[in-house]
């Protein structure tokens, strides 16, 4: 039996191995085209982003009620695998599993990584930095026509590492919150911050962002924002750091964008809010942590998609400011006892989160 930093560990590995594999199979199936139409190229990556993403959601439910997490996530990972061998030779076809495989493995390690224990926050950062850095690296990697073979070995020792351990799950059946209208405030508040941090992620102009080095910089710097966001928000509170983020990020992101090093450290600051985000979704559906997990994520590309549409400064500075303020009250309102009498615990509960 493993312990659950050891299982942590290997579902964050095979995370930055899975994102790895996926795009680079996307991008090296480009690669080997002559020109393709940019129509082509976007409707291939469309289908990929809808079914990596905005599946997530219902994925999440059929593993809260009849999928173990632990076999979605291998599950996953045989997809990604065969997907991504045949996606040279029928990439139409093999597009949608390689997506369905991602969707797969994301919401079962995400539910393992909301269920090993009390920490969320910073067990679901651990499990989701590793993603960037392997995006980025996949992108390179497969926009230079690498072999494909070698993120497919990586993936298949992360499948045996999953095979061989049984994580210890346990899960809270109370929500924090029963009252309704609390409820939908604080899902629609923190999907907000959710879709604003994506949105920054494609909206904000980095002219230094060219060339192997600065990519994977800025990956390195989201996976390491993502990653101490958890501990931050153990320590000083949900509310400090998914605010503080966004106010810390704000002017070296608005102002100082186009300057590497501050972007990096603004890059840092506004991923801070993901662990956050994710762990006080996931407590106010408790008993469904793949629900939770894949509503995070699908909401991730109506924010890629939005930055296509608007992109200015003042769009920037809006969801910006709206987002820092909406993420206060969404915690405030996820947090909010479900009692008028407040209990001296229920009190302490609610200001560790949102003080």
Not at 29 to 35: A, G, I, K, S
Not at 103 to 121: E, P, Q, R
Not at 293 to 319: M, R
Request: aromatic share 14%; charged share 5%.
């Amino acid at each position: 039996m493993y312990s659950s930093k050891k299982v942590l560990s290997t579902y964050a590995a095979a995370h930055g191995v899975v994102d790895l594999t996926c795009v680079w199979a996307l991008f090296g199936t480009l690669f080997q085209l002559e020109n393709p139409p940019y129509r082509s190229v976007f409707i291939f990556l469309t289908v990929y982003n809808l079914f990596a993403f905005l599946l997530q959601p219902f994925i999440g439910l059929l593993a809260d009620h009849f999928i173990p997490p632990k076999r979605c996530a291998m599950l996953g990972c045989v997809f990604i695998i065969l997907s991504s061998l045949f996606m040279s030779s029928f990439p139409s076809l093999a597009v949608i599993p390689l997506g369905t495989g991602n969707a797969l493995f994301h919401v079962g390690g995400g539910i393992i990584s909301l269920t090993l224990g009390n920490d969320k926050a910073p067990a679901c950062g651990i499990f989701v930095a590793p993603g960037a850095f392997g995006l980025a690296t996949g992108t390179l990697c497969g926009s230079l026509g690498l072999s494909i073979f070698l993120p497919v070995f990586l993936l298949t020792g992360c499948l045996w590492m999953i095979l061989k351990n049984d994580p210890q799950q346990k899960y809270c059946q109370t929500p924090t919150t029963s009252h309704p209208a609390y409820l939908i405030i604080a899902v629609l508040f923190l999907l907000f911050t959710v879709f604003t941090r994506s949105y920054l992620g494609f909206a904000v102009p980095m002219p230094w962002k060219t060339g192997a080095v600065p990519v994977l910089l800025s990956a390195a710097f989201a996976m390491l924002g993502k990653g101490l966001g958890g501990f931050a928000a153990k320590h000083l509170g949900y509310g400090v750091t998914t605010a503080g983020g966004i106010v810390l990020a704000a002017p070296l992101l608005l102002f100082k964008n186009e300057t590497m090093l501050f972007a990096l450290i603004g890059i840092l600051f506004i991923n801070l809010t993901m662990p956050v985000t994710l762990a006080a979704l996931s407590d106010l559906f408790p008993s469904l942590p793949g629900f939770a997990f894949g509503l995070a994520a699908a909401i991730l590309y109506p924010g890629y998609i939005i930055s296509l549409l608007f992109s200015s400064h003042w769009v920037i500075a809006l969801f910006l400011v709206l987002s820092a303020l909406l993420s206060l009250l969404g915690l405030k309102a996820a947090y909010y006892p479900q009692q008028n009498n407040r209990s001296k615990t229920s009190v302490a509960q609610f200001d560790a989160h949102t003080d």
